[in-house]
T-cell receptor
Framework: DAKTTQPPSMDCAEGRAANLPCNHS???????VYWYRQIHSQGPQYIIH???NNETNEMASLIITEDRKSSTLILPHATLRDTAVYYC???????????????FGTGTRLTIIP | DGGITQSPKYLFRKEGQNVTLSCEQN?????MYWYRQDPGQGLRLIYY???????QKGDIAEGYSVSREKKESFPLTVTSAQKNPTAFYLC??????????FGSGTRLTVV
């Protein structure tokens, strides 16, 4: 699976949009980009995923560049409860799920400032 | 509700003692994973299983053992051979739509 690079930490003011970048320059054509977040002492929680098109759900938006080498997770109106570690991972194709061991890096520690 | 249940939430182990962490899922997922997380660190893969009665070592399997006798269950045993077992342990399974689903974790402390 492709590796990802994320900044170790970021701050964002409450109520503003939080933009978290992820670099995945070695991503393969059939690999998805997934975002998870981990609030202290809990298991990571799924946020959103995408292949090549931009995606939006009730939690966030995912913007994937045209060459798919990087992506940005956007939390449109950050709240204090969004303070967490955010992980960007790249997975094999859906049909191949479970056939490779996936790795989580250290992610980005996002702190929402009141 | 479908999900993954890990138990216990907190576990204390004496040095030299084996302990088993439970992980049960009712999501009908085939693949299950065990990760270890140390303070301020990312997740490191211990073992994973793609199908019943089969499992593979991850990056830090030494001192751990697993079994996969049922699709729903993937228990992890931390043996006395694991020299530094104090950590947060996470179990996960994989489904088609949302990738990983994680349990709420077990915090193991050696006393």
């Amino acid at each position: 699976d492709a590796k990802t690079t994320q900044p170790p930490s970021m701050d964002c003011a409450e109520g503003r949009a939080a933009n978290l970048p992820c670099n995945h320059s070695t991503i393969s054509g059939n690999e998805y980009v997934y975002w998870y977040r981990q609030i202290h002492s809990q298991g990571p929680q799924y946020i959103i995923h995408g292949l090549k098109n931009n995606e939006t759900n009730e939690m966030a938006s995912l913007i994937i560049t045209e060459d798919r080498k990087s992506s940005t997770l956007i939390l449109p109106h950050a709240t204090l409860r969004d303070t967490a570690v955010y992980y960007c991972i790249v997975s094999p194709s859906i049909s191949n799920f479970g056939n490779e061991k996936l790795t989580f890096g250290t992610g980005t520690r996002l702190t929402i400032i009141p | 509700d479908g999900g993954i249940t890990q138990s216990p939430k907190y576990l204390f182990r004496k040095e030299g003692q084996n302990v088993t962490l439970s992980c049960e899922q009712n999501l009908n997922h085939d693949a299950m994973y065990w990760y270890r997380q140390d303070p301020g660190q990312g997740l490191r893969l211990i073992y994973y299983s793609q199908i019943v009665n089969d499992f593979q070592k991850g990056d830090i399997a030494e001192g751990y053992s697993v079994s996969r006798e049922k699709k729903e269950s993937f228990p992890l045993t931390v043996t006395s051979a694991q020299k530094n077992p104090t950590a947060f342990y996470l179990c996960a399974s994989i489904g088609l739509n949302y990738g990983y689903t994680f349990g709420s974790g077990t915090r193991l402390t050696v006393v």
